[in-house]
């Protein structure tokens, strides 16, 4: 059975494979090889299945190359849209700038506006006292007209008296009958001028109080639109200050320490020296004013905390703060072309101006609240240490100096030695600013 079998494979391999032999000849020799039907079979099979691992390995490079074409403008695709959005968030934090430039413009009409108003509300209160003293004047007049009115009818009635007892001769009785009238007429006329000004007094008081309860009315509607206004721009920055990891009481309470003058339009109201009991709207405008107070120590604080962000020109974010390679990458990068201008986040002190290794050319600033900024990788520095810089101030450009793959700065934030992620502090400001 297994003969007949592989006589019959033989048959049909010699069908298509004949045997052949192969000879070699020499000088004084000649040879030959045998191809054997099965040798020919396993030789075909071989160069078949080469070709055919040639021909799937050239369409995968193929589709490979294809493929890689595709991704690339795929990739180049995504580069211009994350562009656009760059220049988009750049357009918004320009329009965040105005608006918060135009909010610092309403800040201090709001100042404007309370101190002439605390101005009017001495002023009424000035003329309510003088008014009060003229009524109470004008009140003592006014009996002691009528207190001399009834002597003189008393003296009036007893010199009739007289007279019709005959006691007094008709020459004295006609002299002291025209003194009395004159006393009279005088007494008459100052008691009608009394009266007169006793209701143009009452009329004055009138109009006084109408206009008393008018400018309570605007400083109402003043200290509505003010409170709104100091709703809305102490919130955000309770939230900011808060979504920075900072206390917004201790910042404010340290921000207080350098800035303990008194006086000024924040200062509270006070009307009255008697030890008494301050007015609800002097309450209220207190109230106001220690808000303003607040927003103004935090428009200090935010001037000395790294809320900004290191570039003002177009930027994109290429490494984030964060482990990288299997080691800690404390900072955050940003890629821009050679040269571009690197600024201050925050009002503070240059504390290292120079060459580190790994950083190559470095700033280091060191900023109130324990904070510190490092600026690295740069290809030149224009401040020097010891300089005391302000926030937007320029202090190098980018560059690929130190251990660097690229042209980038290299921004750290350190909160008491310690490496932070400054994207916190950017994003908590995008809110606001």
């Known amino acids: 059975?297994?003969?007949?079998?592989?006589?019959?494979?033989?048959?049909?391999?010699?069908?298509?494979?004949?045997?052949?032999?192969?000879?070699?000849?020499?000088?004084?020799?000649?040879?030959?090889?045998?191809?054997?039907?099965?040798?020919?079979?396993?030789?075909?099979?071989?160069?078949?299945?080469?070709?055919?691992?040639?021909?799937?390995?050239?369409?995968?490079?193929?589709?490979?190359?294809?493929?890689?074409?595709?991704f690339r403008e795929q990739a180049r695709r995504d580069q211009v849209t994350y562009q656009q959005r760059l220049n988009e968030i750049s357009r918004e934090r320009d329009r965040r700038a105005a608006e918060a430039l135009a909010a610092q413009e309403r800040f201090n009409t709001a100042l404007t506006q309370v101190s002439e108003m605390q101005s009017q509300l001495l002023d009424s209160e000035t003329r309510r006292r003088e008014l009060e003293t003229g009524i109470d004047?004008?009140?003592?007049?006014?009996?002691?007209?009528?207190?001399?009115?009834?002597?003189a009818a008393g003296r009036v009635a007893a010199l009739e008296a007289e007279t019709q007892d005959g006691t007094a001769t008709a020459a004295e009785?006609?002299?002291?009958?025209?003194?009395?009238?004159?006393?009279?007429?005088?007494?008459?006329?100052?008691?009608?001028?009394?009266?007169?000004?006793?209701?143009?007094?009452?009329?004055?008081a009138d109009q006084m109080a109408t206009d008393l309860k008018l400018m309570e009315e605007k400083n109402d509607l003043i200290f509505r639109q003010l409170e709104e206004a100091m709703?809305?721009?102490?919130?955000?920055?309770?939230?900011?200050?808060?979504?920075?990891?900072?206390?917004?009481?201790?910042?404010?309470?340290?921000?207080?320490?350098?800035?303990?003058?008194?006086?000024?339009?924040?200062?509270?109201?006070?009307?009255?020296?008697?030890?008494?009991?301050?007015?609800?709207?002097?309450?209220?405008?207190n109230r106001i004013l220690g808000q303003m107070d607040r927003l103004n120590l935090y428009r200090i604080a935010a001037e000395k905390a790294p809320f900004a962000v290191p570039l003002k020109d177009a930027f994109r974010f290429t490494s984030g703060f964060g482990r990288r390679w299997g080691r800690m990458h404390e900072g955050t990068d940003f890629a821009a072309p050679h040269g571009t201008s690197i600024y201050s986040t925050a009002d503070g002190v240059v504390t290292f101006a120079g060459w580190m290794s790994g950083y190559g050319?470095?700033?280091?600033?060191?900023?109130?609240?324990?904070?510190?900024?490092?600026y690295a990788h740069m290809s030149k520095i224009t401040v020097k240490v010891g300089e005391r810089v302000s926030r937007g101030q320029q202090v190098g450009a980018m560059g690929n100096t130190g251990r660097s793959t690229g042209t980038h700065l290299h921004y750290e934030v350190r909160v008491g030695g310690e490496a932070v992620n400054p994207m916190i502090y950017i994003k908590a400001a995008n809110d606001v600013f």
Request: glycine share 6%; charged share 25%.
């Open 173 to 204: 009785a006609d002299g002291t009958m025209d003194l009395l009238s004159e006393a009279l007429a005088r007494t008459a006329q100052e008691r009608d001028q009394v009266v007169a000004d006793a209701q143009d007094a009452l009329v004055r």
């Open 137 to 151: 004047v004008i009140q003592t007049t006014l009996r002691t007209a009528m207190k001399q009115r009834e002597d």
């Open 361 to 374: 050319r470095l700033v280091k600033i060191q900023h109130e609240f324990g904070i510190e900024t490092r």
């Open 231 to 285: 709703t809305v721009s102490v919130k955000p920055l309770d939230k900011m200050f808060t979504s920075a990891g900072m206390d917004p009481d201790r910042i404010i309470s340290e921000v207080r320490k350098g800035y303990t003058g008194q006086g000024g339009p924040l200062t509270p109201l006070t009307f009255s020296t008697r030890g008494e009991e301050p007015s609800a709207d002097t309450e209220r405008a």
């Open 1 to 70: 059975m297994r003969t007949r079998l592989a006589i019959r494979l033989h048959a049909f391999m010699e069908r298509f494979f004949p045997e052949r032999r192969l000879f070699l000849r020499s000088d004084s020799d000649t040879r030959f090889i045998r191809l054997r039907p099965g040798t020919q079979a396993l030789a075909f099979a071989g160069g078949g299945l080469l070709v055919s691992w040639t021909i799937i390995a050239t369409a995968i490079l193929l589709m490979d190359s294809i493929s890689a074409g595709n």
